[in-house]
């Protein structure tokens, strides 16, 4: 379809500058961006048979950030990236766009959350309900379908396990899909209680750009700012 794409533009008078792909957002796989160049160079030469000269490729995003799980450091993606680029492209690179801004962003913010209440929902059940001042409504959007796992801390977070318990994560508003974390459950102190602080590490990218804007009452997640 690209293909056919770009010999439309060149009869409509339009010039097909160059490509664009992402490779999934917090994808840990570097491999990826092999495949997805590898399919780049191969258009870029079909292209250039039918007299089309394309200029540039913008990789994109998907540059992931240190969740629960670990991942390598840019320098490690920004190289390998760079190896795939030339085994396909060789010296003579076209223009490289790329969108760094998770993996730049993601670890530099904290949440400072308050429990504001805990509920047990049956006597059948052994997890205690936890629920946050904020939710996927004020700025945790990525925790759909549970996909990102934010490090996740009480503000005496003991080592011991015997003083932790398992919990369900929730937020404050109405809306039934606002449940943090359902089926992984995180360890949090035995001891909790309603009005404890619960800090979300990590909390740097699509948190306050996400909030929305008085739902359910809420305002929108405030951000502070400064040079440590």
Request: net charge negative; proline share 4%.
């Amino acid at each position: 379809m690209i293909f056919r794409l770009a010999l439309k533009c060149k009869k409509m008078n339009l010039i097909p500058y160059g490509l664009s792909f992402h490779v999934g957002s917090q994808q840990r796989d570097i491999g990826q961006w092999d495949d997805a160049i590898a399919q780049c160079r191969y258009l870029f030469s079909s292209l250039e048979d039918a007299d089309i000269s394309l200029k540039m490729i913008n990789l994109g995003g998907g540059l992931p950030a240190k969740y629960l799980k670990p991942t390598r450091d840019i320098e490690t993606y920004a190289k390998e990236i760079t190896r795939f680029l030339k085994e396909d492209f060789g010296e003579n690179l076209p223009e490289i766009i790329i969108e760094p801004g998770r993996s730049i962003v993601g670890e530099a913010g904290v949440i400072v959350s308050e429990i504001i209440m805990i509920s047990q929902k049956s006597t059948s059940n052994h997890y205690s309900w936890v629920y946050l001042d904020i939710g996927k409504f004020g700025g945790l959007i990525e925790t759909m379908d549970e996909a990102i796992k934010y490090p996740i801390f009480t503000e005496m977070s003991p080592k011991k396990l015997e003083d932790l318990r398992e919990v369900i994560l929730a937020g404050p508003t109405c809306d039934s899909m606002d449940i943090l974390y359902e089926q992984f459950r995180y360890r949090l102190d035995k001891n909790i209680k309603e009005g404890d602080r619960v800090y979300i590490l990590s909390a740097g990218a699509y948190t306050a750009s996400y909030s929305s804007i008085e739902f359910n009452g809420i305002p929108p997640l405030a951000v502070y700012t400064g040079r440590f």
